[in-house]
């Protein structure tokens, strides 16, 4: 994908519907896991806290979309909150300070 002067890739942007909102949510929270590379910078980078906010908010779409939504876009919600939970709390454990609200001490 090319790039204009002013910064805009002149490549064809995806449908925006829910799937692709969620899914873009649902990448985010995997940079932030350090399970995939940060598309601008190709670096592996980790981000408890990005990562953890990032799954709050796909949780907050779940419980405020919860009778909105077909079939297989709830579904999709639901495999992807699971799936980024189970890879949080491997990459956290069970007793990590981003699960019980508290702020991180300072190191």
């Given at each position: 994908?090319?790039?204009?002067?002013?910064?805009?890739?002149?490549?064809?942007?995806?449908?925006?519907?829910?799937?692709?909102?969620?899914?873009?949510?649902?990448?985010?929270?995997?940079?932030?896991?350090?399970?995939?590379?940060?598309?601008?910078?190709?670096?592996?980078?980790?981000?408890?806290?990005?990562?953890?906010?990032?799954?709050?908010?796909?949780?907050?779409?779940?419980?405020?979309?919860q009778n909105?939504?077909?079939?297989?876009?709830?579904?999709?919600?639901?495999?992807?909150?699971?799936?980024?939970?189970m890879k949080?709390?491997?990459?956290?454990?069970?007793?990590?300070?981003?699960?019980?609200?508290?702020?991180?001490?300072?190191?």
């Amino acid at each position: 994908m090319s790039q204009n002067s002013c910064g805009c890739s002149s490549g064809p942007m995806p449908e925006v519907t829910f799937s692709t909102f969620i899914l873009s949510l649902a990448s985010s929270a995997l940079v932030h896991l350090g399970e995939v590379p940060n598309p601008e910078t190709g670096s592996m980078e980790t981000s408890l806290p990005l990562a953890k906010h990032s799954i709050d908010v796909l949780e907050m779409l779940h419980m405020k979309t919860q009778n909105c939504l077909d079939d297989q876009e709830r579904k999709l919600l639901e495999s992807i909150l699971f799936e980024l939970r189970m890879k949080f709390v491997m990459k956290c454990g069970p007793n990590c300070e981003c699960l019980s609200g508290k702020d991180q001490k300072p190191a």
